[in-house]
């Protein structure tokens, strides 16, 4: 099993930046696959980025060249840097793991854009 820990959540002004972490109990090496998704209020959850064990990244269109994830394999932690926040980037964002065929959440975390 593996437990997610996400934070750098907040509150930042259009056009601000934030990173978000998620610390993983496992080694993510060894994980297939990590990443992050969203949920705003009324919408279902969506994919916002994710990196495979060979660190090969995808993004949702919305997010493309504003958003880059990375790892720290050492610390075992997983990055999403968020530039260019938009009014529209306001949700919940919840670190996800696939491992050995199953899928791992973490609690998640706000991140709310506001002027």
């Known amino acids: 099993q593996v437990q997610l820990v996400e934070s750098g959540g907040g509150l930042v002004q259009p056009g601000g930046s934030l990173r978000l972490s998620c610390a993983a109990s496992e080694r993510i090496f060894s994980i297939y696959q990590m990443g992050w998704y969203r949920q705003a209020p009324g919408k279902q959850r969506e994919l916002v980025a994710t990196?495979?064990?060979?660190?090969?990244?995808a993004f949702a269109a919305s997010v493309k060249g504003r958003f880059t994830i990375s790892r720290d394999n050492g610390l075992n932690t997983v990055y999403l840097q968020m530039n260019s926040l938009k009014l529209e980037d306001t949700a919940v964002y919840y670190c996800?793991?696939?491992?050995?065929?199953?899928?791992?959440w973490g609690q998640g975390t706000q991140v709310t854009v506001s002027s």
């Open positions: 996800n793991a696939v491992f050995r065929g199953f899928t791992y």
């Open positions: 990196m495979t064990s060979s660190g090969s990244p």
